[in-house]
């Protein structure tokens, strides 16, 4: 019934402010206690300070069109390289040494790497991004036009030293990678270029050395050799051709001069021509058989011919078998003509009558000179014979030339039947070659750009960091938050406080008020009698709230201390309220 009672009549107002009255001391105590731990935790709590520095990335003065760089990383990649470098233990420990960050105790106490682990995590780098437009693809894009470099620390000379030792280190090291790296690259082009230049020279050298071991036979000479061959090949037709004509011009020039005599008539001063030996024995002969048809041999005439004609004929008897040996030659230079018409000058059969012929003209020769001591004196002989000889020496000629030629074609032949072997193995030098020289080419090229580069890092047009806000002396600590701290331990004091009243409201046995007695008893009460107070009571109550006039006195009084020690001096904080209100 009691329980009924209670759920249909829930407590209202009055009756919380009852039980604060009730329950105010331990309230206020339990307020009080959590109030000033957080008054503690908030003033005595070490403050942080941060020391902040922003570094603009700037792009390369020079149009990337014109000069490219070598440094194709993106900024937050070199940022992070960067980091990585200088946040070494080295680096940090002679950071750590040099500003005195820790003390001897905590030197000794703490690791290196505890040591490192602890200043990498007061060093903070954020990326500053901004809204661009991409030049390749003509969108908008974000990219990182600046990050902010922050230390944190206890002192703040320190946090501000340290802060632009980072900075320092930075830039300084951006700076160094990349002229180093356009420097290593720049350097490993030229070596590049250096062993690809000997590459070179050693295969110019091999393709010397081929051309000479295979002259004649390269294949860019193809062509040449063919021609050489085909208009060797026309002259010898032509001079196999003009050689036959003059072997025929010959054969009737000696037949010709076969049928002269060497020396002219003589003419008698009667006027009578004096014939000579053979035309003699010619004449007489034909007078001899005129006779005979008319004498007989006992006849004195014919008698005396016979013995004129014996007379000529011992005399020139070598005479007449020149003309039997002309007569050969004649025919053995016709039959040379027919084997020419047919075989090669180095068959068997030409062979053999080419040797005829020569001995036949030298018994001639020699017999023609033994068959007279006399110059020659008949003009037309004398022509005939010139033309004779100029016939040989220039069949003689042609000969040579003929030989000079098929020595030719046969040499060139020899040097077209190697060229496909010859080709293959110079193609494979030459294509070697000219992979070489076009790798030479590429990276002679890349080189020049890179040298571009390196100069362009050198005298700092690339992209580079810039300090535009130098790290500054911090003013206010960055943690702990004070008024934050002060804040949730209001509220937390006023919230525990509360439920310490509530808890001890529950869980005491006594009852309060009219709703209660008539909750526990079930019975409406008739009259009531309040708390009568008398001279005691009244004077407890006087001194109570002196008491609580005091305390919150001394408490304003170390808030101010505090806040003045701690936090800000009270003239700098009347000096930012009077600002902020427009008073100042």
Not at 224 to 245: A, G, K, M, Y
Not at 251 to 260: G, K, S
Not at 459 to 472: A, D, N, V, W, Y
Request: charged share 30%.
């Amino acid at each position: 019934m009691e329980q009924e009672y209670e759920e249909d009549q829930p407590r209202s107002i009055g009756d919380y402010i009852a039980i604060a009255k009730r329950r105010r001391k331990p309230i206020v105590i339990v307020a009080c206690l959590v109030l000033s731990v957080a008054v503690l935790a908030a003033f005595l709590w070490p403050p942080t300070y941060r020391s902040t520095a922003v570094i603009l990335i700037e792009e390369q003065d020079v149009p990337q069109d014109l000069v490219r760089s070598t440094i194709t990383s993106y900024a937050v990649q070199r940022i992070e390289e960067i980091r990585q470098r200088i946040m070494t233990i080295g680096n940090i420990m002679s950071i750590v040494e040099r500003f005195k960050l820790y003390t001897e105790d905590e030197l000794r106490r703490l690791t290196r790497t505890e040591i490192s682990q602890d200043f990498r995590s007061a060093v903070m780098i954020q990326p500053i991004n901004a809204e661009v437009i991409d030049p390749r693809s003509g969108r908008p894009t974000e990219a990182v036009i600046a990050f902010s470099l922050s230390f944190e620390g206890r002192k703040i000379d320190t946090v501000h030293k340290v802060a632009n030792e980072l900075v320092t280190l930075y830039l300084n090291e951006n700076l160094r990678e990349r002229t180093e790296q356009s420097t290593s690259t720049s350097e490993f082009l030229s070596a590049e270029a250096g062993a690809l230049d000997g590459l070179l020279k050693d295969l110019e050298q091999q393709i010397s050395v081929f051309k000479e071991e295979h002259q004649g036979s390269l294949p860019e000479l193809n062509q040449f050799n063919l021609s050489i061959v085909d208009r060797s090949q026309r002259e010898l037709l032509d001079i196999t051709t003009r050689r036959q004509e003059l072997e025929r011009r010959k054969i009737e020039l000696a037949a010709d001069l076969a049928q002269l005599n060497p020396t002219s008539p003589q003419i008698l001063p009667s006027g009578q021509a004096v014939l000579s030996d053979s035309d003699r024995l010619k004449a007489l002969r034909s007078e001899y058989r005129q006779k005979t048809a008319i004498y007989r041999q006992s006849h004195p005439d014919l008698q005396r011919l016979q013995r004129e004609i014996g007379l000529l004929e011992d005399t020139l008897g070598e005479g007449e078998a020149g003309s039997d040996i002309a007569g050969e030659l004649r025919t053995a230079r016709e039959q040379l003509l027919q084997y020419r018409d047919r075989y090669t000058d180095n068959h068997p059969q030409v062979t053999r009558v080419k040797n005829m012929i020569s001995q036949l003209e030298d018994r001639l020769l020699i017999e023609q000179r033994a068959a007279s001591e006399v110059i020659p004196d008949n003009p037309a002989y004398v022509l005939l014979s010139t033309q004779l000889q100029t016939i040989d020496s220039e069949i003689e000629a042609l000969l040579q030339k003929q030989q000079s030629l098929r020595g030719k074609i046969e040499q060139h032949d020899n040097l077209l039947s190697r060229t496909p072997a010859v080709e293959k193995e110079y193609q494979a030098l030459l294509r070697d070659y000219e992979n070489a020289r076009m790798k030479y080419r590429e990276i002679k090229a890349k080189q020049m750009e890179a040298e571009l580069a390196r100069s362009l890092e050198q005298e700092r047009k690339g992209e580079r960091f810039t300090l535009i806000q130098p790290p500054e002396i911090p003013e206010d600590p960055v943690s702990p938050n004070r008024t934050l701290l002060l804040a949730l331990g209001l509220a937390l004091a006023l919230a525990l406080g509360a439920g310490s009243g509530v808890l001890l409201e529950m869980l005491d046995p006594r009852v309060y008020g009219e709703k209660n007695i008539v909750a526990a008893t079930g019975v409406a009460s008739m009259v009531l009698i309040p708390y009568m107070e008398d001279e005691k009571d009244s004077g407890a109550m006087r001194r109570r709230y002196l008491s609580y006039a005091g305390g919150a006195t001394a408490s304003a009084l170390v808030a101010v201390t505090v806040f003045h020690n701690f936090v800000k001096p009270l003239d700098v904080a009347w000096f930012i309220l009077l600002r902020k209100l427009g008073l100042h």
